[in-house]
């Protein structure tokens, strides 16, 4: 396994769903395409990064409106985002929200986000490893407004970039102008977004509030055991596994969360005989059984809601508890619930 997402995505159903509420049946966008004529039927299905591009371009070409791509993000509703990516707009602020999703595409996607943040600005490209041709300008779009979006979503606030610079010409509409309200550079060398240090600070007042329960069922389910036990351990343990796709949960981040200072609760995970990173593998190897018990769970994905940074890291860290890959683990196990 290597650290970058290998050449293929699903398409998110919410994709198809907004593309037909503009007027575009998805048999058309796919007939236009040059694709499978059933691809919006098969929840499973991936596609290619030649194949993604030449969606956008499809689309492009059946409704050539200026915008189409911000106005697609709008419409989207941020609850049927997948699991993954949807945990950040709960999010603890901007740039953890930002973090997130970056890290969901590094591991399920071909598409990178490369987030560089300096004093006074955070500046966000997008690359495509695999792409050999251009991306379709859509396909920025789509991109830089729902980076937009989380941020305005997640906050509650109407927040706007520091900057904006697209590879293509300046267009006819002032569609771009309206939505982001900021300068735009139009003929730069590469496409940017470049936001505000300090709006990433910006706390989501959303965090945490019935967080995981629209996710997934075995993430759900922890919502519910927390006040149901009475070891500290266990009590860890569920906190942990409600952050765990933020990144690495620190000890003083768990106390916050269940109302205690971090020295008392060092002291009492180290009365019950544990450790604070022990606890942190466990939970992390019972909600990793508990997703993967789920068919329809991309491995990839699992990895992400269990905070690595890459998927090489997860298949290295699940081989050494459970002596298999994570595909021969589900293999064995089937649908059973652990």
Request: with cysteine.
């Amino acid at each position: 396994m290597s650290g970058m997402a290998a050449d293929r995505c699903k398409v998110p159903r919410a994709f198809w769903q907004t593309v037909e509420q503009i007027g575009v049946p998805p048999a058309a966008l796919l007939r236009q395409a040059k694709l499978p004529a059933t691809l919006h039927l098969n929840e499973q299905g991936q596609v290619t990064t030649a194949q993604f591009f030449a969606l956008w371009k499809a689309l492009e070409e059946l409704k050539p409106e200026p915008g189409l791509g911000l106005r697609l993000v709008q419409s989207t509703e941020s609850a049927v985002h997948p699991p993954s990516s949807l945990a950040a707009f709960y999010a603890r602020d901007y740039r953890d929200g930002l973090l997130r999703i970056a890290r969901f595409k590094r591991l399920c996607s071909p598409e990178q986000l490369q987030v560089k943040e300096s004093k006074d600005e955070c500046t966000i490209t997008a690359e495509w490893p695999y792409a050999s041709e251009p991306e379709p300008s859509i396909s920025t779009d789509v991109t830089f407004a729902t980076l937009v979006e989380l941020g305005r979503r997640g906050t509650w606030q109407h927040l706007t970039p520091k900057r904006v610079e697209l590879v293509r010409s300046r267009p006819s509409s002032d569609v771009y102008q309206k939505y982001f309200e900021c300068p735009i550079r139009y003929g730069s060398a590469r496409n940017l977004l470049i936001l505000k240090t300090a709006d990433l600070d910006r706390p989501f007042p959303g965090h945490n509030q019935a967080l995981l329960e629209i996710l997934t069922p075995a993430l759900a389910s922890a919502l519910g055991e927390l006040q149901a036990r009475s070891s500290i351990k266990e009590q860890v343990k569920v906190v942990l596994k409600r952050s765990l796709a933020s990144g690495r949960p620190e000890l003083s981040d768990v106390a916050r969360d269940l109302g205690t200072s971090e020295r008392t609760l060092q002291r009492r995970i180290t009365e019950e005989g544990a450790s604070f990173r022990e606890l942190l593998v466990e939970a992390r190897q019972e909600l990793g059984r508990q997703l993967l018990s789920d068919p329809t769970a991309e491995i990839d994905e699992v990895a992400c809601l269990l905070g690595y940074q890459d998927a090489s890291s997860f298949y290295r860290a699940f081989r050494y508890w459970e002596g298999v890959t994570p595909s021969r683990w589900r293999e064995l196990h089937g649908n059973k619930v652990h």
